[in-house]
DNA sequence: TTGATAACTGAACGCTCGTTCAAATCAAAC
DNA sequence: GTTTGATTTGAACGAGCGTTCAGTTATCAA
């Protein structure tokens, strides 16, 4: 008789994700194959393919999972009524999610060359989706009279890029904690925008 | 008889590094294979091996070139007298450096994981160079009371990021020319600064 | 204990990799 | 036309790739 939905699944599955996740952030995604993925987790890689349709499927559903858990953390964030104070919300959230998962962070940074083009498509599609959030608070923003923003796109992408290379230095039990981080990025964030 | 140094080698030898920078730009080192290089330069992957050490040599020789000559062309760059005149020009000449040649760009800051531990050591201290220029420069803002920077480091990062952000979005022949681009790149600096 | 199914193994398949090198071709000088 | 060195070819080598699948083992309920 079957066994009941979910059991020795329920752990290999996570563990093949997880192991994918680390390898593809150390290493890259086209120089770690599946039989190192499958080494990670402690079986054969043909096991792999119980759990991932394949690799591309594989890095895929990693980013997309990314996308789709940093939408709705941020949806569910307390934010603000004014246009600045959810602008500080956005850069205190971005910091501390962003740092929380340095290695999903840089997989949905550093993989999107090596997704095929209708994968491609899809995570573009939610990134598009997240800079429209500081897209939207800056218009208000700027219709508000709280900032100034010459070219509203180029300040969202300038502002992401300068967040998001927070992981590009930060190291846990630095010199400044977490919150301090986020202290300095938001004054900067505001600075930038002539709040 | 012997031809005299350097007649075809002079060509082919140029062709290779262009066409590595190009398909490793677009499709990441380990994607890439010598025959793809070889076939872009229009010979077999044996020829390459005349031109370069390995495969490794390739991404590193492209990589180092890129630091030297962003180095160079930023010691030779025309600075102010005051720090924030230096800012001024550090900001625009990172937009404008980085503007002039995306794929250099793209591969210095993606493929560093790809690069040998030896090599990998060799490329970070020219870019601990470059950081130490805008770092110095912030030192002086700070002592000039002209900027503010609470933590100078994660100042400089920060600033670094955003700048070299331009390149995830800039499109040739877009709404913004390249000196608009500059112009709104360096407000954001100086603002984030506290100028 | 038995039978059924889940989960995994291990090897095969066709393919491609980076690199080497003997042979071939090209081109300049005489 | 010949000689010589530069440059390239083309295939081999050993290794590893992603993926498949028949067979094996583990697990569970009856």
Chains 1, 2 share one sequence.
Do not use: C
């Not at 349709?53 to 934010?79: C, F, G, N, R, T």
């Not at 004014?82 to 949905?108: C, G, K, T, Y």
């Not at 300068?162 to 600075?191: C, F, H, K, P, Q």
């Amino acid at each position: 008789m079957a066994r009941k939905t979910g059991s020795h699944s329920e752990i290999t599955g996570p563990k093949v994700r997880e192991a994918a996740l680390s390898l593809f952030a150390q290493h890259g995604f086209a120089a770690v194959s599946m039989r190192q993925i499958a080494a990670k987790v402690g079986v054969q890689a043909g096991a792999l393919y119980l759990y991932t349709k394949d690799k591309q499927s594989l890095l895929y559903d990693l980013m997309q999972a990314h996308m789709d858990e940093l939408l709705a953390a941020w949806a569910d964030e307390p934010k603000g009524d004014s246009a600045l104070s959810r602008l500080e919300a956005f850069a205190r959230f971005h910091i501390r999610f962003h740092l929380e998962r340095p290695d999903a962070v840089f997989i949905a940074y550093m993989e999107l060359r090596n997704l095929s083009d209708e994968n491609f498509a899809a995570v573009e599609a939610l990134r598009r989706r997240y800079e429209g959030e500081l897209e939207a608070i800056l218009r208000a923003g700027q219709a508000e009279g709280a900032i100034t923003a010459p070219d509203v796109r180029l300040t969202t992408m300038a502002l992401i890029a300068m967040l998001t290379g927070v992981n590009t230095w930060y190291r846990e039990g630095g010199r400044l904690s977490r919150d301090a981080v986020a202290d300095i990025y938001w004054d900067m964030v505001r600075g930038a925008v002539g709040a």
